[in-house]
């Protein structure tokens, strides 16, 4: 079992910065893809970024110019620094791994972007 423990979300003005954090734990050995997604209420959760083996980056097309996803294997966490921030980026954020080929999910974090 992996555990996840996500943190940095909260309330920003559009145009601001967060940075979002997601902390592996358990069994860690072999994750291989790391990640954000981000759910609306009564919409599907969709991808923000991903990370594979540390290396390759895929983002969302809405967010590709403003998010920055990274990854301390030493720390075994995922980052998500997201700037420029928008009204419509408000949603709950889920952290995602994948480890021999099974999805854990973290509980979810807030992002609020609002004046």
């Known amino acids: 079992q992996v555990q996840l423990v996500e943190s940095g979300g909260g309330l920003v003005q559009p145009g601001g910065s967060l940075r979002l954090s997601c902390a592996a734990s358990?069994?860690?050995?072999?994750?291989?893809?790391m990640g954000w997604y981000r759910q609306a209420p009564g919409k599907q959760r969709e991808l923000v970024a991903i990370i594979t083996g540390g290396v390759s980056t895929t983002y969302a097309d809405s967010v590709k110019d403003r998010c920055t996803i990274s990854r301390d294997n030493a720390k075994n966490t995922v980052y998500l620094q997201m700037d420029s921030l928008k009204p419509e980026d408000t949603d709950v954020y889920y952290c995602?791994?994948?480890?021999?080929?099974?999805?854990?999910w973290g509980q979810g974090t807030q992002v609020t972007v609002s004046s």
């Open positions: 358990g069994s860690i050995f072999g994750i291989d893809v």
């Open positions: 995602n791994v994948r480890r021999l080929r099974v999805n854990y």
